[in-house]
C-alpha cells in the first residue's frame, strides 16, 4: 500500500491554510492602521498592499512569507518605548504565522496550486 501526499492540500487542510492566509494578510493592516506608522508613506503602503493581496491570493507563498517576516522584522526595529510589548506581540504573532504559511504552503485554493498544478507525491512503504 502507497501513502499518498498532495503538494496541495484540500478540503479541511485546505481551508485552513485559507484562514493562516487570511491572518497574515490582516496582520499586514496593522501598520498601516497606526497613526504614527511609517507605512503613511505612498511607497510603503503600496508594498504593503502588494503583501497583503499576493498572501491573500496564495501566489508565490513561500517568497511573499519570507518578505512578511522582513516586514514584521523591521516593525519590531522601529519601536517606541511605549508600545514595546504591544507591537513586539502583534509583529512576533505576525512573523510567526507568516513563516508557518511559508513552509506549509498555500493550499489547493490558492494562485499557486492553479500555477503549478496538483501533483501527487507516492511513496512506496518499506
Known amino acids: 500500500m ?4 498532495s503538494l496541495f492540500p ?6 485552513g491554510l485559507i484562514l493562516l492566509r487570511v491572518c497574515v494578510a490582516a496582520s499586514l493592516a496593522m501598520p498601516l492602521a ?3 506608522a511609517a507605512a503613511s508613506h505612498a511607497a510603503v ?7 497583503m493581496v499576493g498572501v491573500l491570493a496564495g501566489f508565490l507563498t ?6 512578511v517576516v522582513a516586514v514584521a522584522v523591521v516593525d519590531i526595529v522601529q519601536i517606541h518605548h511605549s508600545d514595546l510589548l504591544l507591537r ?15 513552509l506549509l504552503g498555500p493550499g489547493a485554493y490558492s ?10 507525491l507516492r511513496f512506496p512503504r518499506r
Open 2 to 5: 502507497q501513502r499518498l501526499y
Open 34 to 36: 497606526r497613526a504614527d
Open 111 to 120: 494562485i499557486d496550486a492553479w500555477l503549478y498544478g496538483r501533483r501527487v
Open 62 to 67: 513561500p517568497l511573499f512569507g519570507v518578505l
Open 10 to 15: 484540500q478540503g479541511r487542510p485546505g481551508l
Open 88 to 102: 513586539i506581540g502583534c509583529s512576533g504573532f505576525a512573523a510567526l504565522a507568516a513563516v508557518a504559511l511559508a
Open 45 to 51: 503602503a503600496w508594498l504593503l498592499g502588494t503583501l
